[in-house]
T-cell receptor, first 112, second 110 residues
Framework: EAQVTQNPRYLITVTGKKLTVTCSQNMNHEYMSWYRQDPGLGLRQIYYSMNVEVTDKGDVPEGYKVSRKEKRNFPLILESPSPNQTSLYFC???????????FGPGTRLTVT | EDKVVQSPLSLVVHEGDTVTLNCSYEVTNFRSLLWYKQEKKAPTFLFMLTSSGIEKKSGRLSSILDKKELFSILNITATQTGDSAIYLCAVENSGYALNFGKGTSLLVTP
C-alpha cells in the first residue's frame, strides 16, 4: 500500500531534550516536506527536499533540522525543543511536479 | 513575501446549499495552486490548477483559477454533511516551496 508513515504519532517531551520525528514513504517520490499546523495559522512549511541531499528552508525553519540521506526517509530533528514548537506536524511526499502530495497521519508534539 | 489568503474563515450551511470558497494569493514566480480537504486527519488532495480559466471538476466539486486577478474559487454544489471539513488552498512557487492559506472551515448541517 502506498503510504507516508510518521513516528511517533504522539509525543510529550520536555524543553531542551533532543528528539527526532521520522518520516518514510514507499512511493519513490523525489519531493518530501514537513509542515506544522497550528490553530489560526494553518499549515506552514518547515523544510522541503527535492531529492537526496537537497533540502531547502520553508516558511518556519527556525529550531528545526532535516536530512535526506535516502530517498524514502526525511527525518525532522528538534535539537532543543521549546514550548512554542508544540504543534501538529505533517510529513508529505510527492513526485517532483507536486501534482498530488501524500500526507502522513501527523505527529502531535507537546513540549512542556 | 508570498501570501495566500482564504475567505471566509468559516462557513455554516444547510445540506443542499451551494458554497463558494475563495483563495487569493501573491507569489513570486507562480507555478501552481492546489486545493486540499482536511477532515479530522491529514489533508487530501482535491485539485491542482496551473492555467487560467480552465475549470477542474470532480463530482460536486469544481475549481477555477484567475491568474490575472490572482485568485481561485472552489465550488461545492448540493452540499452534504460529509463535505464538512477544512478546505486548504496552497500556492507553489517555481522553487517548489508551498505556501498554505489558513483554511476555510465548512460545516454542513442536516
Amino acid at each position: 500500500e502506498a503510504q507516508v508513515t510518521q513516528n511517533p504519532r504522539y509525543l510529550i517531551t520536555v524543553t531542551g531534550k533532543k528528539l527526532t520525528v521520522t518520516c518514510s514513504q514507499n512511493m519513490n517520490h523525489e519531493y518530501m516536506s514537513w509542515y506544522r499546523q497550528d490553530p489560526g495559522l494553518g499549515l506552514r512549511q518547515i523544510y522541503y527536499s527535492m531529492n537526496v541531499e537537497v533540502t531547502d528552508k520553508g516558511d518556519v525553519p527556525e529550531g528545526y533540522k532535516v536530512s535526506r540521506k535516502e530517498k524514502r526517509n526525511f527525518p525532522l530533528i528538534l535539537e532543543s525543543p521549546s514550548p512554542n514548537q508544540t504543534s501538529l506536524y505533517f510529513c508529505a511526499s510527492s513526485p517532483l511536479n507536486i501534482y498530488e502530495q501524500y500526507f502522513g497521519p501527523g505527529t502531535r508534539l507537546t513540549v512542556t | 513575501e508570498d501570501k495566500v489568503v482564504q475567505s471566509p474563515l468559516s462557513l455554516v450551511v444547510h445540506e443542499g446549499d451551494t458554497v463558494t470558497l475563495n483563495c487569493s494569493y501573491e507569489v513570486t514566480n507562480f507555478r501552481s495552486l492546489l486545493w486540499y480537504k482536511q477532515e479530522k486527519k491529514a489533508p487530501t488532495f482535491l485539485f491542482m490548477l496551473t492555467s487560467s480559466g480552465i475549470e477542474k471538476k470532480s463530482g460536486r466539486l469544481s475549481s477555477i483559477l484567475d491568474k490575472k486577478e490572482l485568485f481561485s474559487i472552489l465550488n461545492i454544489t448540493a452540499t452534504q454533511t460529509g463535505d464538512s471539513a477544512i478546505y486548504l488552498c496552497a500556492v507553489e512557487n517555481s522553487g517548489y516551496a508551498l505556501n498554505f492559506g489558513k483554511g476555510t472551515s465548512l460545516l454542513v448541517t442536516p
